[in-house]
């Protein structure tokens, strides 16, 4: 499962890092630059803030309480 998100600044990359990390299963942000897990801070901040990303989630991964925690950064 896939969704369009986007990170606008810094706190919002820890924001998100932290969503992920309460989740046992793995979550995965794609970018331009490649790709990054989720519940790595480093990794987070190595895709340009301000840039369309895509969270990729296992398809068979319990989403419905991830997807009400990541709605301020889905993309509009």
Do not use: C, R
Not at 26 to 39: E, M
Request: negative net charge; proline residues 3%.
């Amino acid at each position: 499962m896939t969704y369009d998100i986007v990170i606008n600044t810094s706190d919002d990359a820890q924001k998100l890092n932290q969503i992920a990390t309460k989740y046992p299963f793995d979550i995965w942000v794609h970018g331009k630059s490649g790709y990054a897990d989720a519940k790595s801070m480093l990794g987070l901040m190595l895709f340009t803030i301000e840039t369309e990303l895509k969270l990729v989630i296992e398809d068979d991964a319990e989403t419905k309480a991830l997807e009400k925690d990541i709605e301020p950064f889905l993309a509009k």
